[in-house]
């Protein structure tokens, strides 16, 4: 019905810029670069539209020397905008209704890019995903901006720990987590930002008077620490240099040929830091432990150990997937090749869907840190189907692939952004379904 409506609207909106031209709002106001992550829309991908201050419009898939996906005019009518593409015919109108929310672009109906385009996800009618552009702002200052420190509260002493992320669509989200009372506290808010002149201001409605000072090393920013502050509060912020990285990496590693295995902990920090922990076997006096910095250079990560005498060492960061030679016990002088898998990415993951015929599935896909997994479907509450097998996940131009091989040799594939999208086997006679996994 919405999504009808707006169709409607844009239909209407189209009749009446081709008899009266072109509606005249601000549209110096929507010029700039935008970019859309299609991931929540089936489509792990991301793309950019380029408004220029006279309305003109631009799809493409990069920002520089990138190829037209499609061009145009933007017109308007009160609150509602419309892309008019160049392309449109009075037998074939092609355009799509959007309406403005602050630097965000949400747009009503399908977006039309080259010869394909980006439908709105409406597999949740009680909350649809529709395609959104936002505004490449301030892009300097974009990332995560994180910090703490103790205050006395109630007689008591509370940690605060807390993020500022600024993202595209100058939109920021400060969550603030903290320890009271032997519960744990979680405090976010979200809004608009601004920056003039090394100032930057929050725009929230339930928060006022929230702003501060840009610095080289990060921000000094007067904030509401928690839904009962009746102040601001001054908080320091350091910007994360290494955010993307930054996470628990698990490694697996049978050396039986020595006697044991090997499981080790990387952890690497938002700031350039780590911590790595071996342990080989049941030996705890066997147990590896170091820490350092790290540096990132596309894919090329550099591991540096805070201790005298060290030697650089050198790994792959592809995805979720680091692959580096590290020690693995006080009695190997020798270091080993490790891979480790960003904890997000192992463990057991669930899916449910229905097939043609409306049977319900209901699937456990384990992920394990050695590279192996197991698959159990269950139809109707009865298992169906199980394979195990080994998995790789890997770097592909649509983003992050997952592949299954199962010791049968069959080979299934996917998509992973936030969850995992794959189809399988669902039963013996190697019927297949699409799955989407979550953690």
């Known amino acids: 019905m919405k999504r009808n409506l707006a169709l409607l609207l844009a239909l209407v909106l189209f009749v009446s810029l081709s008899l009266t031209g072109m509606a005249e709002p601000d549209l110096a106001a929507l010029e700039g670069s935008y970019i859309m992550d299609a991931s929540a829309l089936g489509m792990p991908m991301s793309v950019y539209l380029v408004v220029n201050a006279q309305g003109g419009f631009t799809w493409t898939n990069k920002l520089e ?77 974009l990332g995560t901006y994180s910090g703490g420190h103790t205050a006395q509260a109630m007689g008591s002493e509370l940690d605060y720990n807390y993020d500022l992320v600024l993202d595209y669509g100058a939109a920021y989200t400060f969550t603030n987590r903290f320890a009271m009372a032997g519960e744990t506290h979680e405090f976010a808010q979200q809004g608009l930002f601004d920056i003039q002149d090394g100032v930057i ?38 910007k994360a240099t290494t955010a993307q990285q930054a996470g628990v990496y698990l490694a697996v590693k049978d050396m039986s040929m020595m006697g044991f295995v090997v499981s080790a902990t990387l952890t690497l920090d938002a700031f350039g830091g780590y911590i790595y922990q071996a342990l080989a076997g049941d030996e705890a006096e066997a147990a590896y432990e170091e820490a350092g910095s790290f540096m990132i250079d596309k894919d090329q990560l550099t591991l540096l150990a805070a201790k005298e005498g ?78 195990s097998g080994s998995f790789a996940y890997q770097a592909s131009p649509m983003g992050t692939a997952l592949e299954l091989t199962s010791s049968a040799g069959l080979v299934s594939s996917g998509m992973v952004s936030g969850a995992i999208n794959i189809t399988h086997n669902i039963d013996e006679a190697m019927n297949t379904l699409g799955f989407t996994y979550s953690k």
């Open 65 to 141: 020397g990138g190829t037209d996906k499609g061009n145009g005019v933007i017109g308007a009518e009160g609150d509602t905008y419309l892309l008019l593409y160049s392309d449109s015919t009075p037998d074939s109108l092609k355009m799509v209704p959007f309406v403005v929310e602050g630097k965000t672009l949400v747009f009503q109906a399908r977006v039309p890019y080259g010869s394909s385009g980006f439908a709105p996800n409406l597999e949740n009618p009680d909350q649809p995903v529709y395609p959104t552009a936002r505004m490449i702002a301030f892009e300097e200052a």
């Open 310 to 387: 060290a030697e650089p060492g050198a790994g792959v960061l592809t995805g979720p997937v680091l692959t580096v030679k590290m020690p693995v016990s006080t009695q190997v002088p020798m270091k080993t090749e490790l891979t480790f898998y960003n904890e997000n990415a192992v463990g057991i993951f669930l899916a449910e869907g229905k097939d043609e015929a409306g049977a319900a599935y209901a699937c456990q896909l384990t992920l394990n840190t050695d590279g192996t997994y197991a698959l159990q479907v269950n139809k109707d509450g009865a298992v169906a189907y199980e394979e």
């Open 201 to 238: 201001r929050l725009f929230n409605p339930e928060r006022e008077g929230q702003e501060g000072q840009i610095r080289d090393d990060g921000i000094t920013l007067n904030v509401f620490l928690s839904p009962m502050s009746k102040s601001l509060a001054e908080v320091s912020l350091k």
